[in-house]
């Protein structure tokens, strides 16, 4: 079983957040799953009179992924979560924790990668 | 103001709600999950418990007989007494007394193949 | 009066008057609503001259509940540093005592043990409010066992 | 002499009265919200576990300022006892409340520095009223001195009823009772702590609170000049008056100071400008 | 005019819970607040790596203890949606039921709460009795006050007999005795509605665009909850959502006021609709596959994403708790507003930290 | 005797003046106000011996006393114009050519030779005046020479204008010594003009675009004080014939002379930067710090009130009496509120000395016994405080560079000693057993038959206390003891500090003998303040302070710990760890309510309101 996604690429996938918005649909949150040592998956929720919309977004570990936080300011904190997580950059994050959201520097880093990256610095 | 000033007077003048706990004990709800305790002579080892304890904190031994449980780590949850083929742990319905330092529980029991021997209750510091 | 009379009355006055403050160390709130619950009418621990001081300049009982993680625990023995003697410390919960179920998780770094020295294990969770008070009476008879021999020391 | 006497014995007796005063505040208090609540004499213990604590200090300087507190509230109880001419039991006072303030300024803490300068808003906001009660209080004896009001034939209270309720106004900030308990709290589930004590620690918080006792007797004292006629007419005022106290403080939010400046200003301002021209017009 | 910066926690006596907010004020008035969570953060999403799917739940009953019971029952329907399971009619009631108390609870402990943060002690001090009696319920019926335990994967662990469900009954009647006592203080006190009124205003679109969940939403006249998503027994049992219209802390608290008596009447209805039978079924086979699912707990909309591999160990949990959507709408809220005002409008999203960074 | 000290009080600083402006080496200018400073003082102390007296000097070094007054008179208001004319003003110019034409038209045609009277005059009143202005004025100008020459050090001038700025220094204390000593009013009126001039170089001095546009706003203001002065002597005269003081005072109120007491009034509260003229004071600030305490403590507004004062018994009882009050009242209460919302230190001490001012133009215009008293009293101790906490604001700011009181929190680490005598210097000014709150006190008893008056004093006292306290607490903001360094300064700064530090300890605790002094014999005269009460104070106070300096320090001794920052850990001082783990800074500041109403705004309706009780002082004289 499995959701019913809509994929997404890392150039679109900011055009399509804004579409959401324009639809005035309610971000939900985005979930992070580590597939294998080279892949995250992202899936960006959206929530319509109930009615659940997803995106898909299967992205190297080691590419930069665009924020959507300054259009959904409530991405912010998911963001910053995921890269304290999963060690993914987020350009052009609203509020930007560097990854220490939760995390200290004696904690493991990227706990939830399958294999931990070590953290990418942004450029 | 008014309706919280008529509030007030009536807590005033009713009795009181505090319970004076420990001169005062409530008896505790028949089905209350307290201090976990393993009839040690019923016990197989089979490990049904220690494998579910989502805590983790039970640890069997078959081959040395044993019983070992982290009191401290574990949350009460039942889960192993459901567990139990045997029903030889129980959950009393009172917490565990608290400690000034950390507690284990140590059983020693008897494998039910030689069913004679008395079973040995050691509890460490 | 003389000075002993005064100097009994402020050591009786040490287990008449705990002041605690509580810090939420990474708990799941199971335990600090309970802490709350034990100020409430039904427990009323104000009764045992217990206030919820939430300052630990003012306090002489800490109270943690929750299990420390890399964060926290620097914030925990800033707390305790900061609290004047004589003072101790209760360990409410799994969490607190041991790390409870989350010990095993990456962020976590244990009981309260780990970082500064607890004085009273509470079982439980979440623990219930009369064993906190169960660990409040016990956390004051070693407070009196540590004036005692701190006492007899000094007069060796 | 005999007012020195009177002086030293009221200095003597006040702390332990106004801590019980306290103790009883708290009893009644946990009944209101259906609770047994502490021991009466609770305070004592307090006061007596913080003399006993540790000594630690985040400035020297705090130490000067509890004490200079404790020994003007002291002085102004003393005062009064003597009965002595009321503004200056009230400047007395005022020292100890600005050396209060000032050892709440002596730690670079955000909220012992935050909780100094709402003691200073509650400061403007009571001491007035103070003052005005007082100018109440010359109208109608012609003198400022304590000893003055009981030579009246008729309690104070049937001609300056409205001055009472300004100085309940203040009395409460004074006894920092909800709803005016901004600039601090005896448990601390305030926004800013406990704000002007925050920093006060051990020894030298058994002091503020002894303080704080000789604070609750002085301003029950002023109370009691309202029936000054007969002792059991002072005794049932201030026991009203106090029951009174608990009651809003059980019943009413904590302001802000925006708000409480605001409020006290004008309400207390135009209770006692009414009283007050009614007093010069008769 | 001078700056002044305050930090406000990790330990602050009117957050229980260490979250920190870096407020800078002039005059006393907000111009900045910026979070810094972690100091509650264990990683237990990741204990699905060494806990089977069914020990997993006594654990995500952890990721908050006021409302650990949702938070399993959420947990369990998404695993049994994913695992095709049958629940009983039975468990779908008492399932209900005990969220239900659960939000009962919940609620008379926030507005206990929230009184302490506007300074009114004694009120804190009567929702918290009231509360008492739920706490009582709970542990006679599941064993426990506050942890109860009773979900487990294709059902529930515990049942109530008609002697208990008639004394629950009974004690319900007497706390919405107790609460509707409550009602003219919380709706309509002076002191009260000075204090809320116009304090953290969120408007119904700002709401929307930042992602606000529950009361915060409902406080601003969106009727959105999850319980209209008719899970458990919610098919059968009438309900309408909550509605304030200001978006201030008042209606927020207004919101959860009247939604406590709600609860209980929802109480009500599961208890006189309640079929017989059995409570739970016995589950066969691995979790595979990935599901949502959402149900409304007291602070608003829960969301689990699971993903399971086949194995008894799950692939991924992913827990998003109505604080962590809340959280955006609060720092929006922050700026310009009283620091006195602080405490009030932080609580009015009933933070739970420990849910927020799990 | 009062002869010869008449003599030196008033002439040897004019010649002390020429010293400074001719002798242009620095020791020399040193020893001539160290010198002056001396001999002003004894001659000070010597005159409380002969007071009361009156004296008719004919002659000064063989020149007519008034026909050199009449000459100076006309030449001072050429000067006006001219300084007029060179700031295109045309305000000043007319102000100058109109009294110039009165001043004219009255000495021609007006004065008639009369009978004689007693030119100068001394009682209590005037010689407390002269003991304010000689030694707090001298210490102020030794404390200067220091100061002066630090200053335009930072200034980094070419040629040195000390010179020109001692003489006028000197001189002032001249001009102010003649303005409280005579009994002429002509010769009053030309010593009030001699201080408006003085006032105005000092302003000037640095001659900066600032100092000059704030010199000027001085000169016109205090010149229309000076020709409301001038009607009101001409008018004055007009009525009675006579410009004796003491003639014209000791005949009680007169309805036909309220108009022109209004007008001398008015003239006191220009002087005194009364609401609505406040804002010279206030520009006055930009000249160096010990002009400042010169005006605001010992001279120029000192002048406005002792004119007050000095003819209030010829209003006694009046509706313009009443009009004084209430406008004093207004002034302090509305001052006070201002210095609330300041954290420029200097501003507050500005705004403070015209609330204090106002407290006595409020007793003046109570104008009973007691609160004449009380004004005078308030008079003494306000000038020892307020030169005090001057002089150390201008040391602080010559050290930390800053009058800002929130960079002076923690200033006990930086400076220990100069922070203590400020603090200790603010706690004078408002807590008792301390000669400032002793005098509110007989004010506000005095005071309580008027309800608006009484009100506002209740308000304004309040917010006193309150803006007061903060600046000392924040001082004393230090978390760490550290490594305090010892403060080094020059004796001539530290000196003078400690000497206003110790005679307002010192009179405070001698109060009921000033009182008495002061207050004169008389019955009805209680004074509230008794031995016995004093006595108390100062033992069970004292008593204390002994105790609390022996806890500070012990506590020396115990555990140092960190502020209290909500756990959050400390890795740097100063700092806590904050968002991303990163250090931040504890900021510090306090409320200055401009959220609520700015200076600005305030200060417009508080000027309005001034205006109109002016106008209802005035319009009750008719
Ligand atoms: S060793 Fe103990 S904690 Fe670890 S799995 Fe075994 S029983 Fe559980
Ligand atoms: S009660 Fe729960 S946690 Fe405790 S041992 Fe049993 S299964 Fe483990
Ligand atoms: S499950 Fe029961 S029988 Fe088996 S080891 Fe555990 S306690 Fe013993
Ligand atoms: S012990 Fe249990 S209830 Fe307490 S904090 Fe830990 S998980 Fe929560
Ligand atoms: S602050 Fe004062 S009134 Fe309040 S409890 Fe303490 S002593 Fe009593
Ligand atoms: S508001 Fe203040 S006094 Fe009231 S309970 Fe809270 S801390 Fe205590
Ligand atoms: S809000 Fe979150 S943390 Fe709190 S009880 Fe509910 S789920 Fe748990
Ligand atoms: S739910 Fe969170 S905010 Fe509310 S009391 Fe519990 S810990 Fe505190």
Redesign the pocket.
């Known amino acids: 079983m499995s959701i019913e996604t809509i994929p997404a690429a890392l150039d679109t996938i900011v055009g399509e957040v804004v579409k959401m918005k324009a639809q005035e649909a309610r971000f939900l949150t985005m979930t992070a799953v580590s597939l294998d040592e080279k892949t995250t998956e992202l899936l960006y929720t959206f929530d319509q009179d109930l009615v659940m919309t997803h995106y898909r977004l299967t992205v190297p570990k080691d590419t930069h992924v665009p924020s959507i936080s300054p259009v959904y300011f409530a991405a912010f904190l998911v963001e910053n979560e995921i890269c304290d997580q999963f060690g993914v950059v987020f350009d052009g994050l609203v509020l930007d924790f560097g990854g220490k959201l939760y995390l200290d520097e004696e904690a493991q880093r990227t706990p939830f990668c399958k294999f931990a990256v070590t953290r990418k610095e942004k450029a | 103001m008014a309706k919280m000033t008529a509030n007030i007077l009536r807590n005033f003048f009713a009795k009181r709600a505090t319970r004076l706990y420990p001169i005062e004990v409530r008896p505790p709800f028949e089905n209350s999950r307290g201090e976990l305790y393993n009839d040690i002579d019923q016990c197989i080892f089979c490990g049904a418990c ?1 494998l579910k ?1 989502p805590s ?4 069997v031994d078959k081959d040395q007989a044993t019983w070992f449980c982290d009191p401290l780590a574990c949350v009460y949850c039942g889960v192993c007494v459901e567990a139990c083929p045997v029903h030889c742990l129980h959950q009393k319905t009172t917490y565990r007394p608290v400690c000034v330092t950390r507690e284990t529980i140590f059983q020693k029991g008897v494998l039910k193949e030689k069913p004679k021997k008395k079973a040995k209750v050691v509890a460490e510091g | 009066m003389p000075v002993s009379v005064i100097k009994d009355f402020i050591e009786k006055s040490r287990l008449k008057s705990p002041w605690l403050v509580h810090f939420d160390c990474g708990s799941c709130n199971g335990c600090d609503i309970e802490v709350l619950a034990c100020l409430t009418p039904l427990y009323d621990v104000e009764r045992f001259g217990i206030l919820n001081i939430g300052n630990p300049k003012h306090a002489d009982m800490l109270l943690v509940t929750g299990t420390v993680n890399h964060r926290n625990k620097k914030v925990l023995k800033n707390l305790y540093d900061q609290m004047p003697h004589p003072k101790v410390v209760l360990a409410l919960g799994a969490c607190g005592t041991s790390g409870g179920v989350f010990r095993e998780a990456y962020n976590v770094v244990g009981g309260v043990d780990k970082v500064i020295p607890v004085d009273v294990y509470v079982p439980g969770c979440a623990v219930k409010p009369e064993a906190i008070i169960d660990g409040v009476v016990t956390a004051l008879g070693r407070l009196a066992e540590k004036r005692a021999e701190a006492s007899a020391s000094a007069k060796e | 002499m005999k007012s020195l006497f009177l002086a030293l014995i009221g200095m003597a007796v006040a702390p332990v009265v106004g801590g019980l005063v306290s103790g009883l505040d708290r009893i009644l208090t946990a009944r209101c919200q259906s609770r047994k609540g502490p021991p009466l004499i609770q305070p004592f213990y307090d006061a007596a576990k913080l003399w006993g604590k540790e000594v630690t200090a985040t400035n020297p300087w705090q130490a000067f300022c509890a004490v200079m507190y404790l020994v003007a509230a002291a002085a102004s109880v003393g005062l009064l006892c003597a009965g002595s001419d009321l503004l200056l039991i009230f400047f007395v006072q005022a020292v100890g409340a600005v050396f209060l303030v000032m050892g709440a300024y002596a730690v670079p803490s955000p909220y012992s520095q935050i909780g100094a300068q709402r003691e200073l808003l509650q400061m403007v906001a009571y001491e007035p009223l103070i003052i005005l009660t007082i100018v109440g209080i010359r109208l109608m004896t012609g003198s400022f001195r304590v000893d003055a009001v009981f030579a009246l034939d008729q309690p104070l209270l049937f001609k300056l009823p409205l001055l009472f309720l300004v100085l309940g106004y203040a009395l409460t900030i004074k006894l920092r009772k909800s709803p005016f308990d901004i600039s601090a709290c005896h448990h601390a589930h305030q926004e800013i702590v406990r704000g002007v004590y925050t920093e006060f620690s051990g020894p030298y918080l058994a002091l503020i609170e002894i303080a704080h006792w000789y604070e609750v007797i002085l301003v029950l004292g002023l109370v009691s000049l309202f029936w000054a006629t007969s002792i059991a007419g002072m005794i049932l005022l201030v026991a009203a008056t106090y029951a009174a106290e608990i009651l809003v403080d059980n019943v009413s939010s904590r302001m802000t100071w925006r708000w409480m400046l605001g409020s006290v200003w004008l309400s207390g301002l135009v209770l006692s400008g009414i009283n007050l021209v009614w007093l010069y017009a008769r | 005019m001078a700056k002044m910066t305050l930090p406000f926690g990790p330990q602050h006596p009117v957050l229980p819970e260490p979250i920190h907010l870096s407020l800078t004020v002039e005059d006393e008035i907000v111009t900045q607040a910026i979070p810094a969570l972690g100091y509650v953060h264990r990683g237990l999403e990741k204990l699905v790596d060494i806990r089977d799917f069914n020990q997993m739940v006594q654990i995500v009953e952890r990721v908050c203890g006021i409302c650990s019971k949702i938070h399993a029952m959420c947990y369990v329907q998404g695993l049994e949606e994913l695992m095709k399971v049958d629940v009983p009619p039975r468990a779908k009631y008492l399932r209900v039921m005990w969220s239900e108390l659960h939000r009962i609870h919940s609620h008379l402990l926030w507005l206990g709460l929230f009184a302490d943060a506007f300074g009114m002690e004694s009120l804190f001090m009567q929702c918290w009795r009231i509360r008492e009696k739920i706490m009582d319920i709970n542990e006679a019926t599941t064993g426990a006050r506050v942890i109860v335990s009773v979900n487990v994967v294709g059902g529930l662990r515990c049942d109530v007999d008609d002697t208990q469900t008639r004394w629950i009954l009974s004690e319900l009647d007497e706390v919405e005795r107790e609460v509707r006592r409550l009602e003219s203080t919380f709706v309509n006190d002076y002191t009260i509605k000075k204090r809320t009124c116009g304090i953290g205003v969120l408007s119904a679109e700002k709401a929307l665009e930042l992602g606000a969940a529950g009361p915060t939403l409902r406080g601003s006249g969106v009727a959105q909850d999850m319980r209209q998503l008719k899970y458990a027994a919610f098919d059968s049992i009438d309900f309408e959502p909550v509605t304030a219209l200001d978006g201030d802390s008042y209606s927020r608290m207004k919101v959860r006021y009247y939604e406590t008596l709600q609860s209980i009447d929802l109480v009500r209805q599961a208890i006189a609709k309640m079929p017989d039978g059995d409570i739970a079924v016995k589950v066969k086979g691995r979790p595979e596959g990935e599901i949502l699912s959402r149900v409304e707990q007291p602070r608003g909309e829960l969301f689990y994403y699971i993903k399971g591999n086949g194995t008894k160990y799950l692939d991924r949990v992913r827990i998003r708790t109505p604080t962590f959507a809340n959280i955006p709408p609060l720092a929006a809220m922050l700026p310009g507003i009283e620091l006195a005002d602080v405490p009030i409008v932080v609580l009015s999203i009933d933070p739970c930290i420990s849910c927020t960074e799990r | 005797m009062p002869d010869t000290l008449l003599f030196l009080l008033i002439v040897v600083p004019f010649l002390a003046a020429l010293g400074c402006l001719l002798l242009r080496q620095e020791q020399l200018r040193s020893l001539i106000i160290i010198g002056t400073g001396g001999l002003l003082t004894l001659c000070a102390l010597m005159l409380m011996a002969s007071t009361p007296f009156s004296a008719a000097p004919k002659s000064i070094l063989g020149i007519s006393v008034s026909m050199l007054i009449q000459a100076a008179d006309f030449f001072l208001l050429g000067v006006i114009g001219y300084y007029g004319y060179k700031h295109r003003n045309l305000l000043i110019q007319g102000l100058a050519v109109l009294q110039f034409v009165l001043l004219a038209c009255f000495e021609t045609f007006m004065v008639a030779p009369g009978k004689e009277y007693a030119t100068f005059y001394g009682d209590t009143l005037s010689l407390v005046m002269v003991l304010v202005i000689c030694i707090v004025g001298s210490l102020i100008c030794i404390h200067a020479i220091p100061y002066m020459k630090e200053h335009e050090h930072h200034l980094q001038l070419e040629g040195s204008k000390q010179p020109r700025f001692f003489a006028i220094m000197v001189l002032f204390l001249g001009a102010m010594n003649g303005l409280v000593l005579t009994n002429d009013l002509s010769f009053f009126y030309f010593f009030f003009e001699l201080t408006t001039i003085c006032s105005f170089l000092l302003i000037g001095h640095d001659q900066t675009e600032i100092a000059e546009t704030n010199a000027v706003r001085a000169l016109w203001m205090n010149a229309l004080g000076g020709a409301a002065l001038l009607v009101g002597i001409m008018w004055i005269y007009s009525k009675t014939g006579t410009m004796d003081m003491q003639a014209i005072i000791s005949a009680g109120p007169k309805a036909a002379l309220l108009l022109p007491l209004a007008l001398l009034c008015f003239a006191g509260f220009t002087k005194a930067a009364q609401a609505p003229f406040q804002s010279w004071l206030l520009g006055a600030m930009v000249a160096p710090t010990p002009t400042s305490a010169l005006l605001h403590s010992s001279t120029m507004v000192k002048a406005g009130v002792y004119l007050v004062i000095r003819f209030a018994p010829a209003f006694a009882g009046t509706f313009l009496s009443l009009g004084v009050a209430l406008a004093g009242a207004f002034t302090f209460l509305a001052m006070a509120v201002l210095a609330m919302g300041q954290s420029n230190g200097k501003k507050i001490l500005a705004y403070s000395t015209v609330s204090n001012l106002g407290l006595i133009m409020a007793c003046a215009g109570i104008n009973t016994k007691a609160a004449i008293t009380a004004a005078i009293l308030l008079i003494i101790f306000h000038a020892l405080t307020k030169a005090l906490l001057f002089l150390c604001v201008g040391t602080i700011e010559q050290r930390i560079g800053s009058r800002d009181i929130e960079d002076m929190r923690g200033l006990l680490t930086a400076m220990p000693w100069t922070a203590v005598i400020l603090v200790a210097g603010i706690l004078t000014m408002i807590l008792p057993p301390f000669g400032m709150l002793l005098g509110k006190w007989v004010a506000i008893e005095s005071s309580s038959q008027q309800l608006f008056v009484i009100v506002m004093l209740a308000l304004g006292s309040a917010v006193t206390v309150a803006y007061w306290a903060r600046w000392a607490g924040q001082i004393m903001s230090v978390s760490s003891l550290g490594a305090r360094e010892p403060e080094l300064q020059p004796m001539l700064t530290r000196g003078p500090l400690a000497a206003l530090l110790g005679g307002a300890v010192l009179l405070s605790a001698l109060w009921p003998w000033v009182y008495n002094r002061v207050a004169g014999p008389g019955p009805g005269l209680a004074n509230p303040a008794s031995a016995a009460v004093m006595g108390f104070m100062i033992v069970v106070i004292g008593s204390g302070f002994l105790w609390a300096v022996n806890a500070m320090r012990q506590a020396r001794t115990a555990r140092m710990t960190r502020p209290y920052l909500c756990g959050a850990p400390e890795n740097v001082e100063g700092t806590y760890v904050g968002p991303i783990n990163q250090d931040m800074p504890v900021i510090l500041g306090n409320a200055y309510f401009t959220s609520l109403v700015t200076e600005d705004r305030l200060t417009c309706w508080v000027n309005m309101g001034a205006g109109l009780m002016l106008v209802l002082m005035i319009g009750g004289a008719l």
């Open positions: 220690a304890c983790q904190c039970i640890t």
